[in-house]
């Protein structure tokens, strides 16, 4: 099979189900973002010091993978064959709770790049955010409710994160 099939060069591409939409329409931005944010956590797996939090990384890595699915497609059926589990975001909400506990409380504003692990999760962080404000762009399914919740408490795992490995 062929990486091109040229049925994209005038602008169009299709969704999960084979609806054609805009390359610029909101289930693209929003699944294309995502992609995005996993490149960057793997850039982040990868950084010298990091080796204790890979696994987590691939974890959440593989759940954008479902998530993606949930959003490249606007119909209800096809989405719920790749449902959500809420339990990912119940490891998420664990794995800032556990971070939390070792961290001195903020006092200030945190400027990102105290090194370049910390850079590399905020650019994660900031990628995460947008993804949720493309999110919202959408008029929410009941099936994509969840999603959503875990893209908004990524955000903040990803900024806990980023204390974590700086202190």
């Known amino acids: 099979m062929k990486v091109y099939t040229k049925t994209g060069d005038q602008g169009t591409t299709s969704l999960i189900g084979g609806k054609r939409v805009r390359k ?27 080796d204790n939090y890979k696994n987590e990384l691939t974890h959440i890595q593989k759940t954008l993978v479902g998530i993606n699915c949930i959003f490249a497609t606007d119909d209800p059926e096809i989405a719920k064959n790749n449902s959500f589990d809420i339990k990912n975001i119940q490891f998420l909400e664990n794995k800032i709770d556990e971070y939390e506990q070792t961290l001195p409380p903020i006092t200030d504003f945190l400027i990102p790049g105290d090194n370049k692990s910390n850079a590399v999760t905020n650019i994660c962080r900031t990628i995460c955010r947008r993804a949720e404000r493309r999110i919202n762009d959408l008029q929410l399914a009941e099936f994509q409710t969840a999603a959503a919740i875990y893209i908004n408490r990524l955000s903040d795992y990803f900024f806990v994160l980023g204390r974590k490995i700086t202190y």
């Not at 995502?34 to 797996?45: P, Q, V």
């Open 24 to 50: 610029n329409d909101v289930h693209l931005e929003i699944y294309g973002t995502l992609d995005e944010l996993s490149s960057f956590i793997g850039l982040l797996k990868n950084q010298q010091g990091l």
